[in-house]
């Protein structure tokens, strides 16, 4: 058995007491987690997790609505937490565009739901495959989310 001097265990002791007390009582000891951005991203299938899926009005007004999906880039370490967007068009007389039903099968979901919002909220966290393509927007490269299949392997 070790046993440990009183005087490293007493100095030990105020030095956790004074961080306590500099902090205000609390210390958050969580890793904080790396920012996910949109980044350079080469063409061509990629696995891929739902970061985040919305309902968003376009600028023209209220009156349209799109889509706006991101998809976080997984199982590949030099495109760690790289997003890449996706853009769907949403009609309020309930046809959907084919190319989110095309993501929502790839990635697993079931066919029912009640209205759009309980799919974007079904969509968050789902892996699947995405086809990445390169659009230029005032002579800069932007990535873009075409085409969707179910994640191999998974």
Do not use: C
């Not at 919305?54 to 023209?60: C, P, V």
């Not at 095309?102 to 699947?128: F, H, P």
Request: charged share 25%.
């Amino acid at each position: 058995m070790v046993s440990i001097p009183w005087d490293i265990i007493l100095i030990v002791g105020v030095f956790a007491g004074v961080i306590w007390f500099v902090t205000g009582g609390t210390y958050n000891f969580q890793i904080q987690e790396p920012s996910k951005r949109y980044g350079r991203l080469k063409r061509g299938w990629h696995a891929a997790r739902i970061h985040q899926a919305s309902l968003k009005s376009t600028r023209s007004g209220a009156l349209r609505q799109y889509i706006n999906a991101e998809f976080e880039i997984i199982r590949e370490k030099q495109y760690r937490d790289i997003l890449v967007p996706g853009f769907f068009n949403y009609n309020k007389n309930g046809k959907p565009d084919p190319r989110f039903l095309d993501m929502g099968k790839a990635a697993g979901l079931r066919e029912n739901y009640a209205n759009v919002y309980s799919v974007l909220r079904d969509l968050i966290g789902k892996e699947l495959s995405i086809y990445v393509v390169h659009r230029y927007k005032k002579g800069q490269r932007r990535e873009r989310a075409e085409d969707f299949r179910p994640l191999a392997g998974a």
